[in-house]
């Protein structure tokens, strides 16, 4: 399984962006993972931001809580994350993350960087 993800950018603060993950696996396989976003700011570690399970039970860091919406189409094998009112402290590297069984897979990494 690898995973793309996308629609990483600039954006002043307040602003809105809309992150993407597709997932290179069946539809089958896609659809039983639980799938999440973490981020890695400069400096700092990497830390959970969200994640949804196969039956969409979603969980959210606190500081994200209620700006942020993690969402699956299972169809599409894709998750987003819809980020609104962000602030400069989300500036960071965002990645994909699917748990499937024991495994652990990674994508690559989008950044996010908001303007003050």
């Known amino acids: 399984v690898q995973l793309q993800a996308s629609g990483g950018g600039l954006v002043q603060a307040g602003g809105s962006l809309k992150l993407s993950c597709a997932a290179s696996a069946s539809r089958t396989i896609v659809s039983i993972m639980t799938m999440g976003w973490y981020r890695q700011a400069p400096g700092k570690q990497r830390e959970l931001v969200a994640t949804?399970?196969?039956?969409?039970?979603?969980n959210y860091v606190d500081s994200v809580k209620a700006r942020f919406t993690i969402s699956r189409d299972n169809a599409k094998r894709t998750v987003y994350l819809q980020m609104d009112s962000l602030k400069p402290e989300d500036t960071a590297v965002y990645y994909c993350?699917?748990?499937?069984?024991?495994?652990?897979?990674w994508g690559q990494g989008t950044l996010v960087t908001v303007s003050s």
């Open positions: 993350n699917a748990k499937l069984g024991s495994s652990d897979i």
């Open positions: 949804i399970t196969s039956g969409g039970s979603t």
